[in-house]
């Protein structure tokens, strides 16, 4: 049985100064933004705020400053994004290629798409998407089928991603298809690329969430045309990349802290005199956001120190998925307050967003059944 | 993790493997006091963690401290030896002489109070209180209390009375009463309330717990790969599984909140961290707990398997020294008096 450990750690004296200068700057662009905007939490797509953000150098922290980045350390990142996120600022536009897209490329990337795309990235004027499922491949990633055949110059793409968040807004998109067909080695044959969403013989259309938004679309590609020198790494490598990609993914703040808004809505609504059934709900919810904060921390540490958190991680985002739509349901046990869409007080217009945002929690990003396999294989189970 | 806390680790785990055996478990529970066990712990320094070197401790953090009451807990080591470890911080902290032998603290429940009242150049300490962990069998008891508008700490020899009572595990927990009883007292340190055994006997609970539920994780993940049913481990199968990786998110999540608040005690204020802890802790047992017992099927619920001794400690410490509901409702009542604002600033500032 593999042992898990979370390590308390510190943030280092530069990551706290650098924290005052975020508040002060967040308090000035947020100014009065209502609590359901806040709620959206990292799904605000405003590329004015990401432009800013790049402008501060709040993007692509941690990369070298030759591909625009700032060369500052993961824990100083870490605290931008802790920020941001308790703020509930707007950050979607540059979220996943700071996150996940930069980092890829800076990992497996040529030199040539690094200095094409990253600092331009780092100004928060590129925004990306991620294509991995497909209709008949979710939590199977390993099963997709669109296929990226071969053709002089380049390749040529058939099939269908769906659920990809923000594709009909982002510039490109990280997708991974299939280059090579083995029935018995489906972990084999997949290959990541750079997609320019506009190329021709892409067609999008929205899907339409349960609440009646529009942030998933479903991307078809017929004869799509992707230029050679767009492939990311080497061809089959796509099932490594795309772990490594997701292991970054799924310890961060934004694991933990989607329901923060309702936390504080909930507390401006008791605060004047809690009883104690009042006291005791929101006792019990600091008592485990501020756990969570530290187990998250403490993974961010471990990928400083150049560890490989992958269990820890999992672990995160199983615990702090699991709080955040824990919130919704105490609030509800509490104050048996209708939620609503864009009438009443704004906790219950917090209420009623994350109400109907909460099921999605434990499904992007590995779902909860997913990484609870994780664990257990980290138990010694399988 | 500095050196200190790795030897100190080392030498908690071969001691409790040896000598806390199954046979001493059940002695223990018979009211038998295990005095070749408590020489042993004594004996390699591991009672007197956060009292200084010249005063014959080991002069450590309560990091440090948080290595041995873990370990203790997650052996069900049958030993007042959180509580000595508590006592004779404080004893220290007052600049009182530290007792060998097991030391307890008093008052364990919050309505009770004992008062320290002045006798001429000395002190006298009147009152009793109920279910002081093994109040009938430490040699002293360690009390804090306020006296003349400060907290003081106490040294007292047993009470003259003690009924006899027991928790769960079949760990005393004793009513003492004193009638006067002459003591010897001081100052608590500076920033040592004088509910200071209820927040430390909390904190001290929380690294108990998160021991035991180390305990029940490797226990059950090993049962799980042990035990075969319809011809195969019955951890092949993935409900086990599910419920293996909640019970690892909650032992994950105690064991930072725990160790959280004990970074926080050695900094200074702790309130906030050790009543998070408290509540983070005692849901993580509730849940662990019967996810480990569920897992062992029949052959956990006997007295026979070795389980039960931690679960049944589980069980009552969650509420010794106050249960989740005591100090969510006083961590919540401080948060809601900062106001909404205030939380994140709090939060990033611990």
Redesign the interface.
């Known amino acids: 049985?593999q042992t898990?450990h979370?390590?308390?750690g510190e943030l280092p004296p530069a990551a706290e100064a650098l924290?005052a200068e975020v508040r002060e700057f967040l308090r000035r662009e947020l100014g009065d933004t209502p609590p359901v905007l806040r709620a959206h939490s990292w799904g605000g797509f405003d590329r004015a705020f990401s432009k800013k953000m790049g402008a501060r150098g709040w993007i692509a922290m941690t990369w070298p400053k030759r591909y625009g980045g700032h060369e500052r350390s993961a824990l100083e990142r870490y605290v931008v994004l802790?920020e941001m996120l308790?703020a509930g600022a707007p950050v979607s536009a540059h979220w996943i290629a700071d996150r996940q897209s930069g980092p890829l490329l800076l990992r497996f990337g040529t030199e040539a798409q690094r200095q094409k795309f990253l600092p331009a990235i780092a100004r928060g004027e590129l925004s990306f998407a991620i294509g991995m499922s497909e209709p008949d491949s979710g939590s199977d990633l390993a099963s997709l089928r669109t296929r990226a055949e071969r053709v002089p110059g380049g390749y040529r793409v058939n099939g269908t991603k769906v659920w990809t968040s923000n594709a009909h807004l982002a510039d490109y998109m990280i997708a991974t298809f299939r280059t090579h067909h083995d029935p018995t080695k489906k972990h084999e044959g997949l290959t990541q690329f750079l997609v320019d969403t506009k190329l021709p013989g892409i067609t999008m259309s929205p899907i339409i969430d349960l609440a009646g938004s529009h942030h998933f679309n479903m991307v078809v590609f017929e004869d799509a045309f992707v230029p050679e020198d767009m492939r990311v790494g080497e061809e089959g490598a796509g099932w490594r990349q795309v772990t490594t990609e997701l292991a970054f993914e799924r310890s961060g703040p934004e694991r933990y802290l989607s329901s923060?808004a309702l936390?504080?809505?909930l507390?401006?609504a008791?605060?004047k005199d809690?009883g104690?059934r009042?006291?005791?709900?929101?006792?019990?919810l600091?008592?485990?956001?501020?756990?969570?904060?530290?187990?998250s921390l403490?993974v961010a540490l471990m990928l400083e120190a150049g560890e490989n958190p992958n269990l820890?991680a999992a672990?995160v985002k199983?615990?702090g998925t699991?709080f955040e739509q824990e919130v919704p349901e105490v609030v509800h046990a509490l104050l048996g307050l209708e939620p609503t869409i864009d009438s009443g007080s704004d906790l219950q217009q917090v209420l009623g967003f994350l109400m109907q945002r909460a099921p999605s929690f434990s499904l992007r990003g590995g779902t909860r059944?997913i990484?609870?396999?994780i664990?257990?294989r980290?138990?010694?189970?399988? | 993790?500095n050196e200190l806390r790795t030897i100190l680790g080392d030498v908690v785990t071969r001691l409790f493997t040896d000598l806390v055996t199954k046979d001493l478990l059940e002695s223990a529970e018979r009211g038998e006091w295990p005095a070749a066990l408590w020489q042993a712990v004594e004996e390699n320094g591991l009672t007197l963690p956060l009292v200084a070197e010249s005063k014959g401790g080991a002069g450590g953090t309560w990091d440090d401290a948080f290595v041995v009451i873990r370990a203790a807990g997650r052996h069900a080591v049958p030993l007042p030896l959180a509580e000595t470890i508590v006592g004779s911080w404080l004893l220290s902290g007052a600049g009182l002489d530290v007792p060998s032998g097991p030391l307890t603290i008093a008052p364990a429940r919050r309505d009770d109070s004992l008062r320290l009242v002045r006798a001429g150049s000395s002190w006298e300490l009147r009152g009793s209180a109920a279910r002081v962990p093994w109040g009938g069998a430490a040699e002293h008891v360690v009390v804090v209390a306020e006296a003349e508008g400060r907290p003081m700490v106490a040294l007292a020899a047993r009470g003259a009375v003690v009924t006899r009572d027991q928790n769960l595990a079949r760990e005393p927990r004793d009513t003492l009463v004193f009638e006067g009883s002459p003591v010897a007292a001081a100052p608590a340190a500076r920033g040592v309330p004088a509910n200071a055994v209820w927040l430390y006997g909390a904190l001290a609970r929380s690294a108990q717990m998160a021991g035991g539920l180390d305990y029940l994780?490797?226990q059950a993940?090993?049962y799980?790969?042990e035990r075969r049913q319809f011809g195969k481990?019955i951890?092949?199968f993935?409900v086990?599984?599910?419920n293996?990786?909640?019970l690892?998110?909650?032992?994950?999540?105690a064991?930072?909140?725990a160790?959280?608040a004990f970074?926080a005690a050695d900094r200074g204020d702790a309130a906030?961290?050790i009543?998070?802890?408290k509540?983070?802790v005692g849901?993580a047992v509730g849940v662990g707990a019967s996810i480990a017992h569920q897992t062992h099927g029949a052959i956990g619920f006997t007295y026979e398997h070795a389980l039960q001794f931690v679960t049944r400690r589980l069980w009552s410490w969650r509420a010794e020294f106050g249960g989740?509901?005591d100090?969510?409702?006083?961590?919540?009542?401080a948060?809601?008096?900062r106001?909404?604002?205030a939380?994140?600033p709090h939060?990033?500032a611990?």
């Not at chain 1, 980290?378 to 399988?382: C, S, T, V, Y």
């Not at chain 2, 690892?248 to 999540?253: D, I, Q, R």
């Open positions: 049985m898990f979370f390590e308390l924290r802790e308790a923060f936390v504080l809505e507390i401006r008791v605060s809690p104690e009042a006291a005791a709900t929101v006792g019990r600091v008592a485990h956001l501020t756990t969570l904060r530290q187990m403490s820890e672990v199983d615990v699991t059944e990484l609870r396999g664990i257990a980290g138990l010694g189970l399988r | 993790m994780l490797r993940s090993q799980a790969t481990p951890g092949s993935q086990i599984q599910q293996l990786a909640v690892a998110g909650h032992t994950a999540a064991g930072t909140a160790a959280n970074r906030f961290e009543a998070a802890a509540v983070r849901e989740e509901g100090w969510a409702v006083e961590l919540g009542r948060v809601a008096e106001g909404a604002d939380l994140w939060l990033t611990r």
